[in-house]
T-cell receptor
Framework: QKEVEQDPGPLSVPEGAIVSLNCTYSNSAFQYFMWYRQYSRKGPELLMYTYSSGNKEDGRFTAQVDKSSKYISLFIRDSQPSDSATYLC????????????FGTGTKLQVIP | DTGVSQNPRHKITKRGQNVTFRCDPISEHNRLYWYRQTLGQGPEFLTYFQNEAQLEKSRLLSDRFSAERPKGSFSTLEIQRTEQGDSAMYLCASSPPVGTGGYEQYFGPGTRLTVT
């Protein structure tokens, strides 16, 4: 069993829709939770970062972590075609200073 | 803006050959990471350095793989006797020193290896 499980999709939504992306993880030692976005033929780039449980909002993006159920979510409001990418959830014990464990990634397509 | 750079961007090699990849991190970053990403999967951690010290190696890093960062700046990843299963994107990332306020790992564009 992988430490971080993520539905690979693909997920196709119309422009303007609310997108919900989810992951589960198994290791209770994980304290830091991240969402990366990866465009085709590019390296991942950090989108959101959360420490422990709770919500974090940044513009159209909201990240949620529920450590009691080991569940990580990313919500995208008013989705745009430019949001079309692969979204990777990721966790670590110590932020970005050591090993980061990634999910498989969910490929999202936002249709104009 | 000089982000993380990786060379070459693409490498095609025959099974059994050795290959070496180079990563140049962001200049003030003292930590450097190598990941491997296969099609349809997320990046998998291989190893990381703090300055020139290699602090952690994944079990994925078999004896055929070796990574170095001799002067704490650029790093090389060598794969000896390549196998078809080594075909993947090799990603390098760097992060700033602990306590400087930054925690993000900044990724390079990757080196795509194809073993024929």
């Amino acid at each position: 069993q992988k430490e971080v499980e993520q539905d690979p999709g693909p997920l196709s939504v119309p422009e303007g829709a609310i997108v919900s992306l989810n992951c589960t993880y198994s290791n209770s030692a994980f304290q830091y939770f991240m969402w990366y976005r990866q465009y085709s033929r590019k390296g991942p780039e950090l989108l959101m970062y959360t420490y422990s449980s709770g919500n974090k909002e940044d513009g159209r993006f909201t990240a949620q972590v529920d450590k009691s159920s080991k569940y990580i979510s990313l919500f995208i409001r008013d989705s745009q075609p430019s949001d079309s990418a692969t979204y990777l959830c990721a966790t670590s014990r110590s932020g970005g200073y050591q090993k980061v464990t990634f999910g498989t990634g969910t490929k999202l397509q936002v249709i104009p | 803006d000089t982000g993380v750079s990786q060379n070459p961007r693409h490498k095609i090699t025959k099974r059994g050959q050795n290959v070496t990849f180079r990563c140049d991190p962001i200049s003030e970053h003292n930590r450097l990471y190598w990941y491997r990403q296969t099609l349809g999967q997320g990046p998998e951690f291989l190893t990381y350095f703090q300055n020139e010290a290699q602090l952690e190696k994944s079990r994925l890093l078999s004896d055929r793989f070796s990574a170095e960062r001799p002067k704490g700046s650029f790093s090389t990843l060598e794969i000896q006797r390549t196998e078809q299963g080594d075909s993947a994107m090799y990603l390098c990332a760097s992060s700033p020193p602990v306590g400087t306020g930054g925690y993000e790992q900044y990724f390079g564009p990757g080196t795509r290896l194809t073993v024929t």
